[in-house]
Nanobody, 125 residues
């Protein structure tokens, strides 16, 4: 059973960058899809990006518009979310999730079995 552990959140100025990490605790992400979701106050959880650990296939949420990049680093059992051009609207708790999810369902948060505790990203001047 894998336990995702996020880190890297914090306060960022508008236009700034931030890199979040999600590390597998207890085992590896092998055979899993690993995804990032975010949830802002008063809003539903939103799909950000996902990567297939074994093949490296990626998918991004519609709002990303080339500002975010998801990648994996197998020796470190870590998935990265590099974010640039951050806007106040990007303020949210960012969650990492893992699961055996078919590619047609990567955007569905209900399909992921394992979740991290979340890391807060606040974009403000």
């Amino acid at each position: 059973q894998v336990q995702p552990v996020e880190s890297g959140g914090g306060l960022v100025q508008p236009g700034g960058s931030r890199r979040l990490s999600c590390t597998a605790s207890g085992t590896t992400f092998r055979f899993y899809t690993v995804a990032w979701f975010r949830q802002a106050p008063g809003k539903e959880r939103e799909f950000v990006a996902a990567v297939s650990w074994d093949e490296g296939t990626v998918l991004y949420g519609d709002f990303v518009k080339d500002r975010f990049r998801i990648s994996r680093e197998k020796p470190k059992n870590t998935v990265w979310l590099q974010m640039i051009g951050l806007e106040p609207e990007d303020t949210a708790v960012y969650f990492c999730a893992a699961g055996s999810v078919g590619s047609n369902a990567w955007r569905d948060d209900h399909r992921y079995d394992y979740w991290g505790q979340g890391t807060q990203v606040t974009v403000s001047s």
